[in-house]
C-alpha cells in the first residue's frame, strides 16, 4: 500500500476525513510500527475532536478484530487480496464499522470507497455487499495474531491465552485512583481509593475532575506506588511520565523527585499536579545519564517495556512488538535496574514494575539482578497490600494476567516487585 496522505483532497465529502485518518492510523502501525497513540498527532492532523476520536475508534477495533475481519474479507475474494493492498484497508475500516460500531452499512461503504480512489472501487464495493447480504458476523472473541497466542500461550498456558482473546475484544472499564471522596461518583471500588466507573462519560465531565479529586490510573497500574506506602522521606519516581504514580506518592506524603526523559510527557504530569494542587520536582533526563545527587528512600522504577500488558486499551502492542523489542527492551531494564538501585539508602526500598505479559521483564529480570546484588532481598507483597481475588507469587512479588478479576472488569499485565536493601553495599 502506497503511504496515506496527511492532506485531505479538496473533494472528500463529510464523514470521509476521519475514515482517511484511520487508514493512516492502521498504516503507521502496521506498516511502520508505531504505537497509535504516537501516530495520532500527525494522522489526524486538523480534524475536530469528534472525528479524531472516531479515527481513533476505527483504527483500535481494526486491531482488535484484525485476523477476523481477514478471513471474513478472504471468503468473499476469488483471489487474496495482498496485506497491504489499499483495498483491504478500506474494507476492514468499513466491516469494523458496521459489525462494532453500529456504522449503517450504506455510510459505512460510502465514506471508505474515496479511500480507493484510482483502485479497485468495484471489488471493494463488491466484498462489502457479500458480506453484508449474507449477514457476517464476528466471533465472540478476536483471533489473536499466531505469532502473540504461541507466546503468551507458551509463557502461561492456554487459559490465559485465551483470556487476553477475551480481553481485548473491548476498551476495559475507567479506573480512577482518588485522593479524596467524591459523593456523587458512581461505580464499583476494588480496593480503598479506588472507583471503577464506565467509559461513557467524558473524563473531565465526571464529578470531581476539576477539583483534582481523582486521576485516570488502571487498577493494576496502581499497585506499584501503593507497595511504597505513606512516608515522608524522598522519593524517586523514575519513568515518571504521564505521572499517576508520581501523583499517588505525593498524596501519600512523600517529597517526590519524578524523572523522564519525555519532556512532552511531563508537561501531561505538571498538569495533572495543578489540577490536583500536589507537588513533586519534576526532572527532563535520560537515567542512564543522570544522577540524583541523593541517596532515596524509595525508589519506583517503572520501567521501560514492550507494554504488552496494556493490550486492553492499546490493541496496536499485539501488531507492532516483536521478539526483538522484547529483548531490546529487557536489555535497557538490566541496565538500568542495577543502577538505579545505586540511589536507595540503605534499609530503604526499591519497587520495580513493567507493564508487560513478557517473563523476560518481570521474573527473569529480578531472578538475575537478586543473584548479582546480596544487597537487595524481595520484601514480600501482602494480601492486604491487594484488590480481594488478588495474590502474591510464592517468591513474593506480583504478576497480573489475563483472566484475573476478569468477573469485576478485569486489569491490565504487569509485573511488579518490592526490594529492600539489607545492606550498604549493593
Not at 149 to 173: K, L, M, Q, Y
Not at 185 to 204: A, N, Q
Amino acid at each position: 500500500m502506497s503511504r496515506p496522505s496527511n492532506h485531505r483532497p479538496p473533494s472528500d465529502p463529510p464523514g470521509v476525513p476521519a475514515r482517511r485518518a484511520a487508514l493512516r492510523l492502521l498504516d503507521a502501525v502496521l506498516r511502520r510500527g508505531l504505537a497509535i497513540e504516537q501516530a495520532l498527532e500527525a494522522s489526524a492532523k486538523g480534524l475536530a475532536p469528534p472525528d479524531r476520536g472516531l479515527a481513533h475508534a476505527i483504527a483500535a477495533e481494526v486491531l482488535r478484530w484484525l485476523a477476523d475481519l481477514d478471513a471474513l474479507i478472504d471468503s468473499a475474494t476469488r483471489n487474496r487480496l495482498p496485506d497491504d493492498a489499499k483495498a483491504r484497508f478500506a474494507l476492514r475500516i468499513a466491516l469494523a464499522q458496521v459489525l462494532r460500531l453500529g456504522t449503517p452499512p450504506h455510510a459505512a461503504i460510502s465514506t471508505v470507497l474515496p479511500l480507493v480512489d484510482g483502485g479497485p472501487r468495484k471489488l471493494v464495493h463488491g466484498v462489502f455487499g457479500t458480506l453484508d447480504r449474507k449477514g457476517a458476523v464476528l466471533p465472540d472473541h478476536p483471533t489473536l495474531p499466531d505469532q502473540v497466542h504461541a507466546r503468551i500461550a507458551g509463557n502461561w498456558g492456554e487459559r490465559v491465552a485465551s483470556a487476553a482473546a477475551a480481553a481485548i475484544a473491548a476498551p476495559p472499564p475507567l479506573d480512577l485512583t482518588l485522593r479524596s471522596d467524591v459523593p456523587d461518583l458512581h461505580g464499583e471500588s476494588l480496593m480503598t481509593g479506588h472507583m471503577r466507573v464506565s467509559g461513557e462519560t467524558p473524563v473531565p465531565d465526571l464529578p470531581g475532575y476539576a477539583e483534582g479529586a481523582w486521576w485516570v490510573q488502571d487498577l493494576a497500574a496502581s499497585l506499584p506506588a501503593r507497595l511504597l506506602g505513606s512516608g515522608t522521606g524522598r522519593a524517586l519516581d523514575l519513568c515518571a511520565a504521564p505521572g499517576g504514580k508520581t501523583l499517588q506518592l505525593a498524596a501519600s506524603g512523600w517529597d517526590v523527585t519524578a524523572v523522564d526523559v519525555s519532556e512532552s510527557r511531563l508537561a501531561r504530569l505538571s498538569e495533572n499536579l495543578d489540577r490536583t494542587g500536589l507537588s513533586a520536582h519534576i526532572v527532563t533526563a535520560d537515567l542512564l545519564d543522570w544522577e540524583p545527587g541523593f541517596e532515596a528512600d524509595a525508589v519506583l522504577l517503572d520501567a521501560p517495556c514492550s507494554a504488552t500488558g496494556i493490550f486492553r486499551r492499546h490493541p496496536d502492542v499485539f501488531h507492532r512488538v516483536r521478539p526483538r523489542l522484547i529483548a531490546e527492551m529487557a536489555e535497557l531494564q538490566a541496565q538500568l535496574l542495577p543502577r538505579v538501585a545505586r540511589w536507595v539508602r540503605p534499609g530503604g526500598l526499591l519497587v520495580y514494575a513493567t507493564c508487560s505479559l513478557e517473563p523476560e521483564e518481570g521474573e527473569q529480570q529480578i531472578e538475575r539482578f537478586l543473584a548479582e546484588h546480596s544487597a537487595f532481598a524481595i520484601d514480600r507483597v501482602l494480601p492486604d497490600e491487594l484488590p480481594e481475588g488478588l495474590v502474591a507469587h510464592e517468591r513474593g512479588w506480583l504478576r497480573t494476567l489475563p483472566g484475573m478479576l476478569v468477573e469485576r472488569g478485569g486489569l491490565d499485565g504487569f509485573f511488579m516487585v518490592r526490594l529492600m536493601r539489607v545492606a550498604g553495599d549493593s
